[in-house]
């Protein structure tokens, strides 16, 4: 993994610890999450690959009706028929406008068609183009124009899909590489700064009591030197009263107690 053994230069105290430990909190919520739009993207992504590819299969059919269409017009009403329908024509009937999809939090473009002539509905001639072929081979302009209606709907639809499709396949890059970042750099770099700031606070407790004993140990040693400084005080003072009420030295009274402090041997008869 690319962040082991990596950690944060931080400063190893409580309140860092807090601060690494929130945010490994938010880097973890924050993967969870993108896995999530990740998985929803992915499974957005292979619908659309679905209808991309039926729309492609479809789209084959209609195109070679609408071709077939057009021949049958210009064999019913002759190469003449162009000229008639440029005539009667004086804008474009079939529109398309694009609009948003939100998908886990990504915007997908897509485009539907519309008619401005007639009613507004799905496949609505307009009144102008009514008599086009009315003297010859009408019928069959009608039949033609409807069939290029049709492809020109599924055209519309497989540029929204293709469009989508692109607009997916970079959304879902751009959120594999962030749970990546994640899931292999942010959080174990976190979660080794957080071990590195236990330790050295675990290390610095332990300096922490080690200091303690010593400074009780120096406490112990300093009051039995006082104990026995206090003793040898007050033996001295017992001596000089002593020797004030026989009337003699000190050497005399040091002596005189070391005598009546020994025991005498004892007499066998």
């Known amino acids: 993994m690319s962040g082991q053994g990596q950690r944060l230069n931080v ?28 998985d929803a993207l992915t499974m957005q992504f292979r619908q659309i690959l679905k209808r991309i590819v039926a729309t492609k299969e479809s789209m084959g059919e209609i195109m070679k009706a609408s071709a077939f269409a057009l021949t049958e017009a210009k064999y019913t009403a002759g190469e003449s028929i162009k000229y008639i329908v440029r005539e009667n024509v004086n804008s474009a009937t079939i529109r398309v406008r694009a609009k948003q ?28 183009n009514d008599l086009t072929g009315l003297a010859r081979g009408g019928q069959q302009v009608q039949l033609c124009r409807s069939a290029y209606i049709k492809a020109i709907e599924v055209l519309v639809e497989l540029a929204s899909l293709q469009t989508s499709f692109l607009t997916l396949d970079e959304a879902i890059k751009a959120t594999n590489r962030r749970v990546n970042a994640l899931e292999n750099v942010v959080k174990p770099r976190l979660e080794n700064t957080i071990s590195y700031i236990k330790g050295e606070l ?19 040693r300093e009051l039995e030197r006082q104990m ?31 005598m009546e402090t020994e025991k005498d041997e004892d007499i066998i008869f």
């Open 101 to 128: 999809d939100n998908v886990a939090g990504v915007k997908l473009p897509k485009f539907e068609y519309y008619s401005e002539a007639g009613n507004g509905g799905e496949g609505s001639t307009g009144r102008s």
């Open 11 to 38: 400063v190893p105290t409580v309140t860092m610890l807090g601060v690494m430990k929130a945010r490994l909190v938010g880097a973890t919520r924050g993967h969870t999450l993108l896995k999530k739009k990740s």
């Open 202 to 220: 675990d290390e610095l407790e332990r300096e922490d009591f080690f200091r303690l004993k010593k400074i009780q140990s120096y406490k112990k």
């Open 228 to 258: 026995e400084s206090a003793k040898d005080f007050a033996d001295e003072q017992v001596l000089e009263n002593f020797a004030l009420q026989k009337g003699i030295s000190m050497g005399d009274a040091q002596n005189l107690l070391s």
